[in-house]
């Protein structure tokens, strides 16, 4: 007597294809090389798209910068279609790797501030995206990126004001100038950063490249509903995590203020040479790109090799 196995159910059928291999390739869990170069992706573009906003100049109107801070469509794209945890690393320590330290305006611990800032940005940002062709979640995503960078800021800014370790910088005529200030701040940093140079283009790319950049890395594209590699975890653990990070981040503002500048690097190339000097992050980023790029092949080749 024979005795038949009854069929899976579809949603096992579901589940067991999310927690394997595609093709043979392209895995939902990311390995030691795919991380990598996402880390060195993100870090890349992200310098890149700094050094670009050099060269532009930076229009004011009175006592405000209407200006870019960034393009927050570059390491949301990076975040959105492969891992918010590794491309949210990689973009603020190409900020400091290529605009700062290699131009020469580099703070020493003082710029922890910042990436500790812009880390929580993408990181929390990149998570919100749980569908890659959703345009909604995109650009209520870059508005978050910008919001959660400026807003950390401006309290930092308040408070060195508040506890007096700095002047605040008032405006004649406009009682508390300094939080006004502020506000119209990051209203044009919303504006300018989040919405023109951040939901505006990342609408139109991210989805467009869902689906064809994600097996050049050998990664599965993003499914809706499935967890995301290196997203932030949606439990009290992410906020005593983004609470802890933000008063690092005050701490080493604060350094800045008492005049503690341990390792800082400021000759100011771009004085001493001209934008020319920029071309020199724009070779650096290329070379770095290329080690990445060479390095992963040869790691997936690696694992070819020792799957077949």
Wanted: overall charge negative; cysteine-free; hydrophobic content about 55%.
């Amino acid at each position: 007597m024979s005795t038949q196995v009854p069929p899976r159910p579809a949603e096992d059928e579901r589940r067991g294809a999310l927690r394997g291999t595609i093709d043979g390739i392209r895995r939902t869990e990311l390995s030691t090389s795919q991380k990598l170069m996402i880390f060195v992706l993100s870090m890349s573009l992200f310098g890149l798209s700094n050094i670009i906003l050099e060269i532009i100049p930076d229009p004011s109107i009175g006592p405000v910068d209407v200006s870019v801070s960034y393009m927050v469509f570059v390491p949301l794209t990076v975040a959105a279609l492969f891992s918010p945890f590794w491309a949210a690393l990689g973009a603020p320590l190409g900020e400091i790797v290529f605009t700062d330290l290699l131009m020469g305006d580099f703070s020493g611990l003082a710029e922890v501030e910042g990436f500790l800032q812009m880390f929580l940005a993408v990181f929390i940002a990149g998570s919100l995206v749980r569908n890659p062709r959703s345009r909604v979640q995109i650009a209520i995503a870059s508005v978050v990126l910008v919001l959660v960078d400026k807003v950390l800021s401006a309290v930092v800014d308040l408070s060195k004001v508040w506890i007096g370790v700095e002047d605040a910088e008032l405006v004649e005529g406009l009682p508390q100038s300094m939080l006004a200030l502020e506000t119209i701040g990051l209203g044009v940093d919303v504006i300018m950063s989040g919405v023109l140079l951040g939901a505006i283009p990342a609408m139109w790319l991210i989805p467009a490249l869902h689906g064809k950049i994600e097996p050049l890395m050998g990664m599965r594209p993003r499914v809706p509903g499935e967890p995301i590699p290196g997203a932030a975890p949606r439990t009290p653990l992410l906020v005593g995590g983004a609470l802890l990070l933000s008063v690092a981040s005050f701490g080493f503002a604060f350094l800045e203020a008492f005049d503690i500048s341990a390792g800082a690097f400021e000759p100011d190339f771009i004085d001493r040479f001209g934008s020319g000097f920029l071309l020199v992050a724009v070779a650096a980023i290329a070379v770095v790109l290329t080690v990445a790029v060479l390095l992963f092949r040869l790691s997936r080749r690696a694992a070819e090799t020792a799957g077949s």
